[in-house]
């Protein structure tokens, strides 16, 4: 078992540009996280798929940020018009359901 | 709200020594608690859960950590810390029944020889 696949490790965009992050989640895994993490917020939760269903999008900025999970193989992230505020490290997590949660080793995006 | 409370951001220890790592966390129930670790330019792995049962939870590389209720705990402990150990540790909560974790702020440990 691979665990959790992130690509791309590391990206680097500039101002303005557009940002799509992968994952993809542990085979048989039913949920889907994403989550943002800097050094002054830590920890953020943006989004949950269950089934490939989105169930929260709570902690999505309602702008720029849209996540999708188009097959039980993997999940995008897309950045839109990204700004050197969104510079951070997006981390994927899978798990069972009601289980805990695995994470991949994330990407540093780096807003130029 | 539930929150997690890592009340030292940074503790340094020296190789052979014990370890405690403090956890608090604010939840009216009984909470799902965990332990994750990440070491640099990787993501969080999972050192040990407890759902329920016996309030001290074995994980790997000799970590436990003890759950208390009445003083809404969850402390991570090691005997004998060896370099390797140096990494941020992460407490974490998810709410019965729920599929949101809360994590704390991190603890970053450093292990001195």
């Known amino acids: 078992n691979a665990g959790v696949i992130q690509t791309p490790r590391h990206k680097v965009t500039g101002k303005g540009q557009e940002a799509t992050l992968w994952c993809e989640p542990i085979?048989?895994?039913?949920?889907v996280f994403w989550y943002r993490q800097t050094i002054v917020q830590g920890l953020e939760f943006l989004t949950y798929?269950?089934?490939?269903?989105?169930?929260?999008d709570s902690g999505m900025p309602k702008e720029r940020f849209s996540a999708q999970m188009p097959n039980q193989s993997h999940s995008t992230l897309k950045i839109q018009s990204t700004q050197p505020q969104d510079s951070a490290v997006y981390l994927c997590?899978?798990?069972?359901?009601?289980?805990?949660?695995?994470f991949g080793p994330g990407t540093r995006l780096t807003v130029l | 709200a539930q929150s997690v409370t890592q009340p030292d951001a940074r503790v340094t220890v020296s190789e052979g020594a014990s370890l405690q790592l403090r956890c608090k966390y604010s939840?009216?129930?009984?909470?799902?608690l965990f332990w994750y670790v990440q070491y640099p330019r990787q993501g969080l792995q999972l050192l040990l859960k407890?759902?329920?049962?016996?309030?001290v939870v074995q994980g790997v590389n000799g970590f436990e950590a003890e759950f208390s209720k009445s003083n809404s705990s969850f402390h991570l402990r090691k005997a004998s810390v060896h370099w390797s150990d140096s990494a941020v540790y992460f407490c974490?909560?998810?709410?019965?029944?729920?599929?949101?974790?809360?994590f704390g702020s991190g603890t970053r440990l450093l292990v001195s020889p």
């Open positions: 997590a899978s798990s069972h359901w009601g289980a805990e949660q695995f």
């Open positions: 085979s048989g895994h039913s949920a």
């Open positions: 798929f269950r089934n490939q269903a989105p169930i929260d």
């Open positions: 939840y009216s129930g009984t909470p799902y």
């Open positions: 407890y759902y329920s049962g016996d309030p």
């Open positions: 974490a909560l998810r709410r019965t029944g729920g599929y949101k974790v809360v």
